[in-house]
């Protein structure tokens, strides 16, 4: 996958989270490890309200290949608020599936 189309995905997933739309979030998750609720929990418990991250996070997306699986990456994005940077991260893992983008949302979590 390249590194754009990651980029990609991840701004998907960011939009997704600083809107609140979780459930918009699982169906494109398949559901995958978090539910619409999880989500909702985990940014209720950062304590204030998501914006999108600054254009040097998109510059600098921690993306690491998975061990043992071609072609899929661990991708891990801080969350932001209007006072900044906040405690939680986003991470997720992405692979591809006929071509199109598949995405595993693992966590949202302090780092």
């Known amino acids: 996958m390249d590194p754009n189309d990651l980029t990609l995905v991840a701004k998907h997933v960011m939009k997704l989270l600083v809107e609140r739309r979780f459930v918009d979030l699982e169906e494109a998750t398949d559901g995958v490890r978090l539910s619409a609720d999880a989500m909702a929990d985990a940014v209720e418990e950062i304590g204030a309200p998501l914006v999108m991250p600054p254009p040097t996070v998109w510059n600098n997306l921690k993306a690491v290949a998975v061990r043992n699986w071609p072609g899929a990456f661990s991708v891990h ?26 995405i595993e949302l693992d966590d949202i979590v302090q780092r």
């Open 77 to 102: 994005v801080d969350l932001y608020t209007a006072g900044g940077r906040s405690t939680h991260q986003v991470e997720m893992t992405v692979h591809e599936k006929n071509g199109r983008p598949v």
